[in-house]
């Protein structure tokens, strides 16, 4: 019975040295996402927000190897979406903002045609966020 104690206490200084290892961890994590760059960050957030991802991928390459389409720069709707919303700015936020711009674009007949695809341009540059992501 006196060797009771220190299994006991073994049990105990291993729960709490995983405690301690757990808490340095969730702070080391969140230390790597604070530092990681806004624009990539949104460029994720951008690409998750799609319904279909792998059909906006080939819709992307498309529209990276077109020659005669105006090509922004990649960045340019993460730029776009970080000034007008900021980078806190939450999914429905984010959604609404897109929507109202493919709305606007289609409204005032701005679109791009892709190998048979009719989109407004900031669903083309959705979909090339998706093909370089």
Do not use: N
């Not at 980078?87 to 709305?103: K, N, Q, S, T, Y």
């Not at 674009?105 to 009719?118: C, K, M, N, P, T």
């Amino acid at each position: 019975m006196s060797d009771a104690p220190f299994p006991r206490r073994h049990w105990l200084f291993g729960v709490m040295s995983l405690g301690i290892m757990a808490t340095r961890l969730s702070r080391g994590a969140g230390a790597a996402e604070r530092t990681e760059d806004p624009r990539e960050r949104m460029r994720k957030r951008l690409v998750s927000l799609l319904h279909e991802p792998e059909r906006a991928r080939k819709v992307g390459a498309v529209y990276l190897r077109s020659p005669t389409q105006p090509l922004a720069p990649p960045a340019e709707l993460d730029d776009e979406v970080l000034a007008e919303l900021g980078p806190e700015a939450g999914d429905d936020a984010l959604r609404r903002f897109i929507v109202a711009r493919i709305r606007r674009e289609l409204r005032d007949a701005q679109v791009i045609s892709l190998d048979g695809w009719i989109l407004s341009p900031t669903e083309a540059r959705l979909c090339r966020l998706a093909a370089v992501a």
